[in-house]
């Protein structure tokens, strides 16, 4: 084939430093997401959604046929991180946790995950980050050691 082509949809999951509510303010986590939907385009990983709450973010993607995933997160990381930390005094302190979930998604059911990451506010009425991080892992059979998950 001459031609490289590829459709690989991820979900990526990763968050605050602590779960630090630092993004509990939804107009700066809005703009958060936004930030990291520029980011992941300019990485050649067009965004279909962005989302998230408080201390943790979800971004479905279009991954790159360039980029590893561990290059995309950490750019995202770097860059929304230096970002935020000149948007306000709140978050001058901003970090991001040092690891990430990074799930593949069919083309199937990309509509469910992006719902998913947009109903996140209603989500985490009812679970937290670490029981929602679990149950992916579970579904998608991650095998984990919880003492290296959080940090």
């Known amino acids: ?4 082509l590829s459709n690989l949809l991820v979900h990526l999951i990763f968050s605050t430093k602590e779960r630090h509510p630092f993004l509990a303010e939804s107009s700066a986590r809005s703009a958060l997401h936004r930030y990291l939907g ?8 067009p965004v279909i959604r962005v989302g998230g709450v408080a201390d943790h973010v979800h971004c479905l993607a ?9 290059e995309w997160v950490k750019e995202l990381k770097r ?12 978050l001058r302190a901003f970090q991001w946790q ?7 998604v ?3 059911l990309s509509h469910k995950v992006d719902q998913y990451i947009e109903g996140q506010e209603e ?12 149950k ?13 998950v959080w940090d």
């Open 1 to 4: 084939m001459a031609q490289s």
């Open 38 to 45: 520029a980011v992941s385009t300019r990485l050649d990983c």
């Open 62 to 70: 279009r991954q790159s046929r360039t980029i590893t995933v561990a």
């Open 79 to 90: 860059a929304s991180s230096q970002w935020a930390k000149t948007q306000s005094a709140s």
């Open 98 to 104: 040092a690891g990430y979930g990074a799930f593949s």
């Open 106 to 108: 069919s083309q199937s």
């Open 123 to 134: 989500h985490h009425r009812r679970f937290n980050f670490q029981t929602e991080l679990r």
């Open 136 to 148: 992916l892992l579970g579904a998608h059979g991650v095998a984990y050691d919880e003492r290296y």
